[in-house]
């Protein structure tokens, strides 16, 4: 009797840090079940796909097995081809993304800032804003040839609207108490930008980067299609001329890692510049 | 000596008036007011919200320009900025950390390092922020911040310091502690202080001198000096027998102007203009 007694006392009491480290360990369960699935879910995709190409439910020639694809990527690889062609398309990316950032932080900012910018700039930004970018392609390459400096334009006239109006809200948002501070505490002008301003716009403007740069992407690869001989959408659309349908899905799934890497590089660079942020 | 220098007059507010305009119609924000705050003063203005006492405040601030009439702060020196606020609200910068934030005014002057270093150490340390230093405000509760904003202007060594109802966010706890905090630092070198409160009990704990302001427009209603010594028991103040008697006397002059204010602010309601409101109105006689 009085052993069970004993035992009885500390399995209820035990109970109680069970429950706790129980709930615990559950969050840590559904933690460690969505990186599974996270993980998972792709490759269960691919492997359904593989099984749909060899079973024939999927048709080869528009659906080729992965197995294929990651052949193909190898081999364009080892052939340097890979390589030329993401090179070629990061260059002109790597450039327009500049050409497109600088002018359109400056542009939003001044917007931003002083009424009258805002007023004579607002109708031709937002004018020109729903024109589809694509649509300005053979503009483009009228004004600027078949050569680089196309494309280079085709990815800053991209970049370059969600960066300007996003700069621009960005300043308009600031709190008014921001500014009386600065005022209050005698900053001189270009304190004020340095260091109400800028940093205040900071967050909205690195959407607008983020935004921008994806922009830039879709364009570059539309602006390759078209009289370019390299470059990733080159490479796609010579593999549609010469029905290699593996190399096409080798140059859309390396654009796609590009947009997925340059999206998180933005991402690590705004947690950098913005330590403060609690996002 | 000293006797001239503490009754000298710090700030002379001469026949104030501030008007502007609010949908073609003219609002008096201040009619007429005319003070003198002595050198060293703890002086807190009371008044209903709407009496104008902010736009006053940021008039002597130097935010906004007054419609006529003039404001005159006596400096005693030329190389200290004329005044530094604390502002209502969160004015704290959330991009700059606590020392940076603190440092804002000296480093716009182009203090030196060294006395940046010092000043800002001093004031951080007597605001208890020292370990915070490195801390972003959104790592801060309420009350921290406002501790920031504190160090903020005292750090800038100003002629005279402007106060904007810097606690009415905070909870009562947190005020009371803020109180005895701002009082601990003020007491160091006793600044010209005005101070905007529409709480009669914080008035009457910190304040030297009380100025009762109308419902807009504002005008100066009633002084009422505050006869407790310093350096003052925020708390053991509430339980001296004078103290209820000032908050009674402070309110039998405000109770008419939160009246007034109220009966006002329900007037300016906005009417309905739209086709809904007419055919309401005229709905019997049409």
Redesign the interface.
């Known amino acids: 009797m009085a052993i069970t007694g004993a035992t009885e006392r500390p399995t209820s009491r035990s109970h109680v840090i069970t429950s706790a480290d129980g709930r615990r360990s559950r969050v840590r369960n559904a933690n460690q079940r969505d990186r599974l699935l996270m993980i998972g879910s792709p490759l269960l995709l691919l492997v359904l796909w593989e099984l749909g190409t060899r079973s024939g439910v999927l048709d080869q020639r528009f659906f080729p097995a992965p197995t294929a694809i990651f052949a193909q990527m190898l081999s364009m690889i080892e052939s340097g081809e890979l390589w030329e062609h993401t090179g070629a398309s990061l260059q002109r990316f790597f450039l327009g993304f500049w050409v497109g950032v600088v002018p359109a932080l400056v542009i939003g900012i001044l917007m931003g800032l002083n009424r009258g910018v805002r007023a004579a700039l607002t109708p031709i930004v937002s004018g020109t804003y729903p024109i589809p970018k694509s649509a300005l392609l053979p503009l483009i390459l009228l004004i600027f040839g078949l050569g680089e400096m196309s494309k280079v334009v085709m990815v800053a006239i991209g970049v370059f609207y969600p960066v300007v109006l996003n700069t621009m809200s960005g300043v308009l948002q600031i709190q008014p108490?921001?500014y009386?501070?600065?005022?209050?505490?005698?900053?001189?002008r270009w304190?004020v930008f340095r260091?109400?301003a800028l940093?205040?716009a900071?967050p909205s403007i690195m959407t607008g980067i983020e935004l921008g740069a994806g922009l830039g992407l879709i364009l570059i690869a539309l602006a390759e299609m078209v009289g370019a001989e390299s470059g990733l959408g080159f490479m796609i659309w010579n593999a549609w001329e010469l029905f290699k349908v593996e190399s096409m899905y080798v140059g859309i799934m390396v654009i796609a890692v590009i947009g997925f890497v340059v999206a998180m590089l933005i991402r690590e660079f705004s947690r950098i510049l913005?330590?403060?942020?609690?996002r | 000596m000293t006797l001239v220098t503490e009754s000298a007059t710090k700030i002379e507010i001469k026949d104030l008036d501030k008007r502007f305009h609010v949908r073609q119609q003219e609002v008096v924000a201040l009619d007429g007011l005319t003070l003198d705050i002595p050198t060293g003063q703890f002086f807190v203005i009371v008044g209903p919200s709407g009496c104008g006492k902010t736009t006053l405040l940021r008039i002597i601030a130097g935010l906004e320009q007054p419609t006529s009439g003039t404001v005159t702060v006596q400096a005693d020196s030329t190389d200290r900025p004329i005044n530094s606020m604390i502002f209502q609200g969160d004015s704290v910068l959330p991009w700059m950390t606590v020392w940076d934030n603190a440092a804002y005014g000296l480093h716009s002057r182009g203090v030196p390092a060294a006395e940046v270093r010092e000043t800002v150490g001093h004031f951080l340390d007597k605001t208890g922020l020292s370990q915070f230093a490195d801390a972003y405000p959104h790592q801060l509760s309420g009350g921290m911040r406002q501790r920031v904003s504190i160090a903020r202007a005292f750090a800038n060594d100003p002629e005279v310091l402007l106060m904007d109802e810097p606690f009415s966010a905070l909870d009562e706890q947190n005020k009371t502690l803020l109180q005895e905090e701002l009082l601990r630092v003020w007491e160091e070198n006793r600044k010209t202080v005005v101070y905007i409160t529409h709480s009669v009990d914080e008035a009457v704990t910190l304040g030297d001198r009380i100025l009762v302001m109308t419902a807009r427009p504002g005008r100066a209603k009633a002084f009422v000096d505050v006869p407790f010594d310093r350096p003052r028991d925020v708390v053991g103040l509430r339980h001296a027998p004078e103290y209820g008697d000032m908050v009674y006397e402070i309110w039998g002059h405000l109770r008419d102007e939160v009246n007034e204010s109220q009966r006002a602010a329900r007037a300016v309601q906005p009417r309905r203009h739209g086709l809904w409101a007419r055919l309401t109105r005229n709905g019997g006689s049409a």
């Open positions: 108490i921001h009386d501070v600065a005022k209050n505490f005698q900053a001189s304190r260091t109400i940093p205040g900071m913005m330590p403060w942020s609690n």
